[in-house]
């Protein structure tokens, strides 16, 4: 089946430093990755995504790179700022092998202090 | 106004007691979801719906039922409440082209 694993929080950061959270994952054929974002009281919304490999998804200066030999998708952002204080999920979708449902990792959550 | 939007947005009830999650959208889609999020085991599939007339079971569909009234509306009931259904309860839709799921704002739900 499939599965998504992501470090385990909380990553607390000073603002300005270097992001990385890191994503693996286990699926059949060639599933989709997502990085979603929860903010504070809120649901869920997309930060980024890729379709295939080596595809690069990026948005608000987070990047993330499908990279099928190693099966991960790692969160990565080069100065975060307190605003970008929330939980971060991996997930995957694999409709071309039947499965049409989004698997999320456990989350990690992510605190910027100035 | 929102794409996604739930009611209510919090509840408190007893165990043994019924009620009902809404869930409308105005995006459209088709597909439409109901998770639950509990702290540190991110988010878990209930049940999802490819249309009116297709509804799924997800991963813990045990304890609760959906009905889909309407493209726009599907709702999550728990037949007899019990305490470990106490979680953050999540309705989302999809836009099947761009593999997208649109959440909205949650339910907290607090059973006793």
């Known amino acids: 089946g499939n599965s998504v694993t992501q470090m385990e929080g909380p990553v607390t950061l000073s603002e300005e430093a270097f992001l990385t959270i890191n994503c693996t994952y286990t699926?059949?054929?060639?599933?989709?990755l997502f990085w979603y974002v929860q903010y504070p009281g809120e649901g869920l919304q997309l930060l980024l995504k890729?379709?295939?490999?080596?595809d690069k998804g990026s948005n608000k200066g987070f990047e993330a790179t499908y990279r099928k030999e190693t099966t991960s998708f790692h969160l990565e952002k080069g100065s975060v700022q307190v605003s970008d204080s929330a939980v971060y999920f991996c997930?995957?979708?694999?409709?071309?092998?039947?499965?049409?449902?989004?698997?999320f990792g456990k989350g990690t959550k992510l605190s910027v202090i100035p | 106004d929102a794409d996604v939007t739930q009611t209510p947005r919090n509840r408190i009830t007893k165990t043994g007691k019924r009620i009902m999650l809404e869930c409308s959208q105005t995006?459209?889609?088709?597909?439409m979801y109901w998770y639950r999020q509990d702290p540190g085991l991110g988010l878990r599939l209930i049940y999802y719906?490819?249309?009116?007339?297709?509804?799924n079971k997800g991963e813990i569909s045990d304890g609760y039922s959906v009905s889909r009234q309407a493209q726009a509306k599907f709702s999550l009931s728990l037949e007899s409440a019990i305490p470990n259904q106490t979680a953050l309860y999540f309705c989302a839709t999809e836009d099947r082209v761009s593999e997208t799921q649109y959440f909205g704002p949650g339910t907290r739900l607090l059973v006793l």
């Open positions: 699926a059949t054929g060639y599933p989709s």
């Open positions: 995006k459209g889609h088709d597909r």
């Open positions: 890729a379709t295939k490999a080596d």
């Open positions: 719906s490819f249309d009116v007339k297709d509804i």
């Open positions: 997930a995957l979708s694999n409709s071309g092998a039947g499965s049409y449902q989004l698997t």
